[in-house]
């Protein structure tokens, strides 16, 4: 008897984009082919087991009952028996080559790759919208509250903006396709939670306004295909003053990437990776020489040059 295997990737993502805390995240794809997120695989099985593999599965904490991917076993487990479904009997595998707390949404990767392999074995009981509901009750249940800024890209692709309804959750928009990404994880590790912790619980109302503005010119100059003015107001006014303390040369890494003729430049996620945007790749390759050579700590890092993954989540047959 043959034993029906579902395999699915799902990419890393920059969650917050600077300008949209919590609301904005763009999915990742290096231009060098690197395959830069995680992969879970569903085969059948009469009993449940998680296997892990990949580059960073010794730092994941110990014993399978507390993966992510366990719990996202349990949760599909439930919904799929509280809407009159069959139980899915399988065992699961991951591939974990994101860092855990880098920044590139590590765990939204496990948590998209699982519920996607699961639900396309199942027969695809869910819809993409309740799927990333699923997702982000997840995500929450690690960091603490529930954002669909790194679940949301990783699952449908490019860079998404969450509406804050129930459905849809999160909208696709257009961005400029001659943008390169460049991304540099430092190799030390940002808790999510402990640095969501760090914020303040109210803002001024400039900031309240400055963030208003900055994200509603951004998504009007998507649409009127302003690249300057949507540069712009890529900054960030909500997290960055109060995390880059977590994050040694953080404002060094900034002047050397303007210096190269960034766009923008940011806090990937709760860091500590880095991003900016650069419209040559000339200037990402001598962003990329100076944050390798300056601002990864240690063996665990590394930088790539992405584009937006537009596709997001993918089953692998
Ligand atoms: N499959 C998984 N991938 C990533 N983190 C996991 C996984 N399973 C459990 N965890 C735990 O979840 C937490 C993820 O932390 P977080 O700071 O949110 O990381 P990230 O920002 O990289 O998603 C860590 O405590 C980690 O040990
Ligand atoms: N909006 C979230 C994003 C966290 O991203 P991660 O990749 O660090 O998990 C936040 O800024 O808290």
């Known amino acids: 008897m043959t034993v029906k295997t579902t395999k699915a990737f799902a990419p890393a993502s920059i969650g917050n984009v600077s300008l949209g805390f919590d609301l904005l995240g763009a999915a990742l794809h290096p231009i060098d082919g690197t395959t830069l ?3 879970v695989s569903v085969s059948d099985a009469d009993e449940f087991s998680l296997s892990v593999d990949g580059q960073f599965a010794d730092r994941l904490p110990p014993g399978t009952e507390n993966n ?3 719990k996202c076993y349990a949760y599909f487990q439930s919904s799929l028996s509280s809407s009159g479904h069959a139980p899915l009997k399988v065992k699961m595998h991951l591939h974990k080559t994101l860092p855990i707390g880098s920044g590139l949404g590590s765990s939204a990767s496990s948590i998209v790759a699982a519920f996607h392999a699961m639900n396309e074995h199942a027969g695809k009981p869910f819809s993409e919208n309740t799927l990333l509901v699923m997702m982000g009750e997840l995500e929450g249940q690690i960091s603490g509250s529930v954002h669909y800024d790194n679940v949301a890209p990783s699952y449908i692709g490019g860079l998404v903006l969450m509406t804050g309804e129930d459905s849809p959750i999160a909208a696709k928009l257009p961005c400029f396709e001659n943008w390169y990404w460049l991304v540099c994880y430092s190799g030390i590790s940002v808790s999510t939670a402990e640095a969501r912790r760090l914020l303040p619980k109210q803002y001024t109302l400039s900031d309240t306004l400055d963030f208003g503005r ?3 010119v951004f998504v009007h100059s998507l649409y009127a295909k302003n690249e300057v003015l949507a540069a712009k107001m890529m900054t960030d006014v909500i997290a960055e003053q109060h995390r880059k303390v977590l994050l040694p040369r953080f404002d060094d890494a900034r002047e ?3 210096r190269s003729n960034a766009l923008a430049f940011g806090i990937s996620g709760s860091g500590p990776t880095v991003f900016a945007v ?8 001598n962003m990329q020489a100076w944050l390798e050579k ?7 890092g590394f930088s790539h040059i992405c584009k937006l993954d537009i596709e997001g989540a993918i089953l692998i047959s």
């Open 278 to 285: 650069a419209r040559e790749l000339e200037d990402a390759k």
């Open 68 to 70: 992510i991917v366990t």
């Open 214 to 216: 900055q994200l509603s």
């Open 294 to 300: 300056e601002y990864i700590q240690n063996d665990d």
């Open 256 to 258: 050397a990437c303007m």
């Open 37 to 39: 997120g995680d992969w």
